[in-house]
């Protein structure tokens, strides 16, 4: 069982940049994919970022391409997602999530077995 954390969220405007983490119990992170998503209000759970156990593979949602950028420190067992020129429609909770490496790249949310409680992000006009 992996726990996960998110942290760094919080009120930004237009323009600006926060830096999620996501600390995992897991001390061997490695074995695991780690993907970002996240939800609006009244809308469904999507798909932000991928990056693969070793971190040499990432994908990103066409809406987030450029301004987001997704790593992870295995050593300290943790991933971050950069998001920078942050937008109002980036406003949302965030999750981050972990996958067996066994498993295929995915965007979907149902193939992700490990979630964390979610960090709130708010981008004002």
């Known amino acids: 069982q992996v726990q996960l954390a998110e942290s760094g969220g919080g009120l930004v405007q237009a323009g600006g940049s926060l830096r999620l983490s996501c600390a995992a119990s897991?001390?061997?992170?490695?074995?695991?994919?780690g993907g970002w998503f996240r939800q609006a209000p009244g809308k469904v759970r999507e798909f932000v970022t991928f990056?693969?156990?070793?971190?040499?593979?990432?994908d990103y949602a066409d809406s987030v391409k450029g301004r987001f950028t997704v790593s992870r420190d295995n050593a300290k067992n943790t991933m971050y997602l950069q998001m920078d020129n942050l937008k109002p429609e980036d406003t949302a909770i965030y999750y981050c999530?972990?996958?067996?490496?066994?498993?295929?790249?995915?965007?979907?949310?149902?193939?992700?077995?490990?979630w964390g409680q979610g960090t709130q992000v708010t981008v004002s006009s």
């Open positions: 990056i693969s156990a070793g971190g040499g593979r990432a």
């Open positions: 999530a972990a996958n067996s490496r066994n498993s295929s790249p995915s965007r979907n949310p149902e193939t992700f077995l490990y």
């Open positions: 897991e001390r061997m992170f490695s074995r695991y994919h």
